[in-house]
């Protein structure tokens, strides 16, 4: 199995993560992605990532550490959304990979203002493909429905557009909340399909209780697909 968890202080912001960390928790070892990047690009360095058995591996086949940050909510903040400010984060931050959390609920995001939010979102994995970095689209949707119809609408015209770069990775749900495995597997199972339809790029795959409960996605993972890994949301604050 294999892991990709988000670290974030609820004293800060919520439930955007500025890093991203990938755990391996067969053996109990944590990687905290914040080791710089080689000379040139971490897109021009590693290439298409892949799930090899507990681990993400680069196109060499070595595993892959990745430093990065969340944007946050791009109805609530998606002034920064822009060409411009992500290439100040890779000249200034030194990041590796962006997170694009569009928001799908309450008014504004995408389910009210679906072509606002697109927008939004291919701007910035447009500018990073530009600037060399990996891109994660995320449909940002916490503790609620997670609109599986227009999910599968919306990944599909994602995976479309942008499924034959190797550097765009997708999340299909951000925080799925206090509710069975069986019913958040459910979901994947509906939704990865429209993305690989047009890619076999990694999938982040959103676990229960807000993305905690990993160990009931080790105990059936989603066997049907391949390259995918599982979401752990870490919130330093309040889960010490």
Not at 20 to 31: C, E, R
Not at 209 to 218: I, K, T
Request: some cysteine; overall charge negative; hydrophobic content about 40%.
């Amino acid at each position: 199995m294999t892991w990709f968890v988000e670290f974030s202080d609820h004293k800060i912001h919520h439930p955007c993560g500025p890093f991203i960390l990938k755990m391996n928790l067969k053996y109990l070892a944590l990687s905290l992605l914040l080791i710089g990047s080689a000379v040139g690009t971490s897109f021009g360095d590693h290439g298409k990532l892949s799930v090899s058995g507990n681990k993400i591996v680069d196109s060499h086949g070595d595993q892959v550490f990745l430093k990065g940050m969340s944007m946050f909510w791009s109805n609530w903040m998606g002034q920064y959304w822009n060409a411009a400010d992500i290439k100040w984060l890779v000249g200034d931050w030194d990041v590796e990979i962006i997170r694009c959390a569009m928001g799908v609920t309450p008014q504004g995001a995408y389910l009210s203002n679906p072509g606002a939010q697109v927008a939004l979102v291919n701007t910035v994995v447009q500018a990073c493909i530009d600037n060399g970095i990996y891109v994660i689209i995320d449909w940002h949707v916490s503790n609620e429905d997670p609109h599986e119809s227009n999910a599968k609408s919306f990944f599909s015209q994602m995976a479309a557009k942008w499924g034959s770069y190797d550097n765009v990775l997708y999340e299909d749900y951000n925080e799925p909340g206090p509710q069975p495995w069986a019913n958040v597997k459910a979901y994947h199972e509906a939704v990865i399909p429209e993305i690989r339809a047009h890619t076999d790029n990694l999938i982040i795959c959103g676990t229960p209780s807000w993305s905690q409960d990993v160990d009931e996605a080790s105990e059936s993972p989603l066997s049907n697909f391949t390259n995918i890994a599982y979401t752990l949301h870490f919130y330093a604050a309040t889960h010490k």
